[in-house]
């Protein structure tokens, strides 16, 4: 047996722009979404996908065993804010709240084709529409804050 320890901590990360607005210009997104990788990658985590659209972003993360959801989401905000700041994106900031939504490792293609077509699917419904649908997925009660 071995002593090592061996964890796969997938979580599927939503979070939003200050009063979901669309504060992320077009021309930035692909961008930042990159950037998030490298602030993952910097705090030993992993970004498997980053994506999203002007007003909200979503990133499959791969946490070490050591690090809490609430400071990964803290270090990805925190460091793609001042980002945003550096681009010269005046009075960027992103929502307080989160969503953190635990995945299987089987769930993980599917999780990664969801973000990869985000232009996609808000063709279709709008980030609160997709908000709620995540809400009741998952079993919790909606927060429209």
Not at 34 to 63: C, Q
Not at 96 to 114: D, E, K, M
Not at 118 to 144: T, Y
């Amino acid at each position: 047996m071995s002593y090592h320890t061996h964890t796969s901590l997938l979580f599927h990360c939503v979070f939003s722009t200050k009063k979901r607005l669309p504060s992320i210009p077009s021309e930035l997104k692909t961008r930042l979404w990159s950037y998030v990788g490298g602030i993952a990658r910097t705090n030993d985590m992993k970004a498997l996908k980053a994506g999203g659209m002007r007003e909200h972003l979503h990133v499959l993360l791969s946490l070490p065993p050591t690090m809490a959801i609430a400071k990964a989401i803290q270090l990805v905000k925190a460091g793609s804010s001042k980002w945003m700041h550096e681009k010269g994106v005046k009075g960027f900031e992103w929502q307080v709240g989160y969503g953190a939504f635990t995945i299987g490792i089987s769930q993980i293609l599917g999780t990664v084709n969801y973000i990869r077509n985000q232009e996609k699917h808000h063709a279709k419904r709008s980030f609160a529409q997709e908000w709620k649908i995540f809400m009741k997925k998952h079993g919790l009660s909606e927060d429209d804050d």
